[in-house]
């Protein structure tokens, strides 16, 4: 797939992290890459922490991004559906395991750990230069269309 699962299915979702009809969001594009969800994201000198260092609020939106596509495209796979259902976040950890670089392109990682009815557990990594900077673990939930954030993607 050329075209990043944001494109494809949620090109006027206007969420900061990953809507690509948001100017002034992070504009994360994911892919599928088997059973993970893989994307790259370059920081600008707005994205700092401290000189050099990525901001750890982003580090996190990145990968609750990362991790609620990996779960969207989950359901999608497993349900057989032509496009994923609106997953939203139930609950996320992120552990920053060293400073980040904001001078060069970041790697992200997703996958499924664990899955049951409406629900999957995602883990996803954060990696810069060849190391992993960042982790992640959180529940992600496919919603109805009722939750206020149906319709939003």
């Known amino acids: 797939m050329s075209e990043a699962l944001q494109e494809r299915y949620a090109s006027e979702s206007i969420c900061w ?20 969800v893989v ?33 969207a495209h989950y359901f999608m796979r497993v349900r057989e559906l032509d496009h994923p259902p609106v997953t939203v976040t139930a609950e996320y950890t992120v552990r920053l395991e060293r400073p980040t670089p904001s001078t060069a392109p970041v790697q992200l990682r997703a996958r499924i750990a664990e899955a ?7 883990e996803a990594e954060l990696m810069s230069g060849g190391k992993r900077t960042a982790t ?12 206020p954030a149906h319709g939003t993607r």
């Open 39 to 71: 994307a790259e994201w370059t920081p600008g000198p707005n994205h700092q922490a401290f000189p050099g260092i990525l901001n750890g609020g982003i580090i996190g939106t990145l990968l609750d991004c990362q991790c609620n596509w990996c779960a």
């Open 136 to 147: 992640c673990s959180g529940t992600f939930v496919a919603i109805g269309t009722k939750h």
């Open 17 to 36: 992290g990953c809507g690509q009809a948001n100017p002034e969001g992070l504009r994360l594009r994911s892919f599928a890459d088997g059973d993970e």
């Open 116 to 122: 049951g009815g409406r629900k999957v557990v995602v």
